[in-house]
């Protein structure tokens, strides 16, 4: 029996199958797994892509206000492309409309089944698991991927105290981390502030946060590699309030790279995000292509 056509619309998806060591045969544009290259795109974003000679994050915010409010849809699926690849399973997300595409009836091929990923927590993260490894006719990988991310969750170090901590999911305007970072903090063993296990990330202002006074915070915005996350926590350190928290005058302030460890609740994403967590609240250095200090800047006048 041949294995199934996997077509992924989703980095996270593209991940997980291949975890699972699925057949993929088409991925999404922002698709960065190793097994991606090559394969068809299926997928393309109408926002600007974030580089250094492109739009900054609040000019992101800006265009997916706008496209949100006027109900335009903020990624398209290239319909022709996925039925030239005849996939048998499609998979799709049903988190965030504002993150990644999503698919529906329409967009299918005939005799295509979609499966979208809903993972708000690490709970949803083992739905997931089971129901890809269902589709695919293969329940035992989904079982023995679990296990392992049991065990390196069981394996972690962590710290005596709880460090009080907040994740920043964007600078400007500032988001907190939500759905399943407040868990993987509190995993790691700290305790994640102004938003809990399974909330959605949400906007906050700097008077909030400064109240909040944490003890570290992690800059992880959404979609961001570690350079890009870094080289915007230090343009926020001289032109916001973020320089004048306490934690960052006390070295506290990391960024990471999100894009990898926290935008994604995948299997990968959920052990290494929490091992890195886990080294920065135990006083450790974490991995130096994973995360790095942010030290405090003087503010432009």
């Known amino acids: 029996m041949r294995s199934p056509r996997i077509a992924c619309l989703v ?6 199958a291949a975890d699972l060591g699925l057949d993929v045969v088409g991925v999404s544009h922002e698709c960065d797994h190793p097994i991606a290259r090559g394969l068809p795109v299926l997928t393309r974003s109408r926002i600007a892509a974030m580089h250094p000679d ?13 496209a949100v409010a006027a ?15 005849a996939p048998d399973i499609v998979l799709s997300q049903a988190i965030c409309d504002v993150c990644a595409a999503r698919a529906n009836s329409c967009d299918l091929p005939p005799g295509a089944r979609l499966v979208e990923l809903a993972a708000t927590s690490l709970a949803g993260l083992a739905d997931d698991v089971r129901a890809v490894a ?15 991310i049991a065990a390196h969750h069981a394996a972690l170090v962590r710290p005596l105290d709880r460090p009080r901590t907040l994740a920043l999911e964007w600078g400007h305007p500032p ?3 939500g759905h399943w970072v407040p868990e993987l903090v509190a995993l790691a063993g700290g305790e994640h502030l102004l938003s809990g296990t399974g909330q959605p990330s949400r906007r906050a202002d700097w ?3 400064a109240a909040a006074d944490p003890d ?4 992880m915005p959404c979609g961001y590699d570690l350079a890009a996350a870094a080289a915007e926590a230090e ?11 306490r934690c960052v005058r006390d070295g506290q302030l990391w960024a990471v790279d999100a894009v990898h460890l926290f935008s994604r609740c995948t299997p990968q994403s959920v052990t290494h995000g929490a091992a890195v967590l886990a080294a920065l609240l135990r006083g450790d250095e974490p991995p130096i292509a994973q995360a790095c200090r942010i030290e405090s800047t003087p503010a432009l006048s």
Not at 71 to 85: C, F, I, N, Q
Not at 235 to 245: T, V
């Open 71 to 85: 109900g335009e849809p903020l990624y398209t699926v290239d319909r022709a492309a996925l039925a030239r690849l």
């Open 235 to 245: 343009e926020l350190c001289r032109r916001s309030p973020l320089g004048q928290l």
């Open 11 to 16: 980095p996270a998806a593209t991940d997980l």
């Open 54 to 66: 492109g739009p900054g994050p609040a000019e992101i915010d800006l265009q997916v206000s706008a």
């Open 216 to 219: 570290l915070m992690v800059f």
């Open 175 to 177: 988001f907190l981390g």
């Open 207 to 209: 008077a909030e946060i």
């Open 134 to 148: 269902a589709a695919a006719g293969v329940p035992e990988r989904g079982e023995a991927c679990l296990a392992d």
